[in-house]
């Protein structure tokens, strides 16, 4: 499995996970996990994804995300999960 | 998924300016030798370009992945006066373009390795290569020189050190920026990945990946949310356990871009490294330890605490530590210096004074163009002393501007930043300069 981090900080507002799903799905990259917070007061939405079975190259998924993010009036940055891991690891 | 862990990440690289400064390829040169200095340059274009030719796509594809900023992508090599004892000095370009084109050829940001160890003599390729440097460090734009002109083991070569006062003087006449790619070492290191001071060692192996990790935002960032009544105690555990994780993250990816290139990982080099950019600076963290202005009283205990805590917390989060560790005070490149320069609390003096306690030296100081070559070579020796006395490394990277008065700002541009022209002490040292010979080795580095 090849995991992917996809965060979502901005402005709530109706759609962003239902969008960012839907170009997911169309990928085929499977959501494992999703969940938000507040960061310094904003919103944030991280969701886990497995890309292993992924059509399309990390990148042109990453730029798509981006694009999207852009739409809404969001920030939205994809990472591979094993940075998160590597940090905290003793 | 650990949400905190994942927001602390995303925090770092978005609003604390956490990258990795720089992932620098180490590339032996020593089998481009040849007594036809043409050959030898199309041997070391051929190589550099053949080994080195994926570094900038992969570091930039890990970057993208992994969603960490590379800031620089750089090459070191085998110190090149060992392989042009017999080129004459004046055919030294030779050697200097080859290595500038091939770095630009793959797209790195520097090539480091113009360099020569003389700290206990010269040979004639270390000779060729100083007299080459007004040269060389004019002419090139992405090659970086450095000289070792004192060691702990070997002393101070006080004729070396004279020269290079002289030679800094005659490349700041031709083009004051040539003197940002040059550095004078006593102790330099073998392995270390940052600029203007890196090559390839000779103890080193074929070729390593190096990582310089950097992050002074994100160090000033968690001091500032502890209470000021918090105890110096907790203002070390805390920025040890910071340096334990940007540590962290330049392993990983240093190893990741290693693996990808097919090259061994070399080394982190823990160093706490600012750019220009507010919130990323050295000054602001001593600032932010409880200082009104950085070079104020307190301010050497304070680097001293910051500059053992980050190796402290890095350490354990890497497998091999090198290169310089520590940290770095470039007055151009740190927006918090310029303003204690500017106003006066910060000079060379109390910079000096910092040296003894953090892992560099005088770096990136800009003084007056009228500044004698013996006063230049002076400042050398001071640092000199202080590196080959304390057993540790330290450096001069001096910019002689001409015209320019004290107080004047010269811009260099990019992550050199702007340099503040700083005062030097007027009453002249050109009697203890002109003696020459070698300053010996301290008695305690007789340690069989």
Redo the contacts between chains.
Sequence with gaps: MIKI?I?V?GKDKPGIIYKISQELAKSKVNI??V?Q?I??EMF?M?M?ADISHTSVE??YL?QNLIAIGKDLGV?I????E????????? | ???S???????MV?DEHLDIRTITLGLSLLDCVSDDPKKAASNIYEKITHKAQNIVQISQ?VE?????PITNKRISVTPISLLVGKTPSEEMIIYAQALDRAGKAVGVDFIGGYSALVQKGMTNGDKNLIASLPQVLTETNILNASVNIGSTKAGINLDAVSWMGKTIKRISKIKAEGNAKLVVFANAVEDNPFMAGAFHGISEGENFINIGISGPGVVKSAIKRLPETASIDQLCQTIKKTAF?IT??G???GSETAKRLGYPFGIVDLSLAPTPARGDSIAEVLEAMGLEKVGTHGTTAALMMLNDAVKKGGV?ASLRVGGLSGAFIPVSEDAGMIDSARDKTLNIDKLEAMTAVCSVGLDMVAVPGEIPSTTIAAIIADEAAIGVQNNKTTAVRILPIPGGKVGDTYSLGGLLGNALIMPYHQAKSDVLIKRGGFIPAPIHSFKN
Aim: charged share 30%; hydrophobic share 45%; no cysteine.
């Design positions: 981090v965060t900080i494992l996990d969940s917070t960061m310094q944030t991280m886990l990390f990148l990453k920030q940055n994809v990472q591979r094993e940075i998160f891991n590597e940090m905290a690891k003793i | 998924m650990e949400k862990q994942i927001i602390e990440t995303i925090r978005r594809n993208e992945e992994y969603g960490i994780k962290r993250l392993q990983f990816i354990m």
